[in-house]
Nanobody, 124 residues
Framework: QVQLVESGGGLVQAGGSLRLSCAAS????????MGWFRQAPGKEREFVAA????????YYADPVKGRFTISGDNVKNTVYLQMNSLKPEETAVYYC?????????????????WGQGTQVTVSS
């Protein structure tokens, strides 16, 4: 089992920045990659970014490329999502997820474990 705890959400003005953290505990050695997804009210959960522990590869959704940065600290078993130039339409609950097997990083289904989510609200 892997437990994930997100933190760092909050209220920010448009154009501002936030850094989300996702701390993993439990059988973290089994985690292959970790990702961030977001879900706005009435919308489907969508991929934001992913980080592979093997080699440190990163993956981003097109709307966040150049503004968001995902990184990982394997000593702290923590993944970060630095979000810059935030837009009001990015208001959502942001979820951290861990994947223990190969498969697409871009869809929620291959991820085995999920955090409880952290609210990000971007005001205009």
């Amino acid at each position: 089992q892997v437990q994930l705890v997100e933190s760092g959400g909050g209220l920010v003005q448009a154009g501002g920045s936030l850094r989300l953290s996702c701390a993993a505990s439990g059988r973290t050695f089994s985690s292959y990659a970790m990702g961030w997804f977001r879900q706005a009210p009435g919308k489907e959960r969508e991929f934001v970014a992913a980080f592979s522990w093997s080699g440190g590869s990163t993956y981003y959704a097109d709307p966040v490329k150049g503004r968001f940065t995902i990184s990982g600290d394997n000593v702290k078993n923590t993944v970060y999502l630095q979000m810059n130039s935030l837009k009001p339409e990015e208001t959502a609950v942001y979820y951290c997820a861990a994947k223990t097997r190969r498969g697409s990083h871009y869809y929620p289904q291959p991820y085995d474990y999920w955090g409880q989510g952290t609210q990000v609200t971007v005001s205009s």
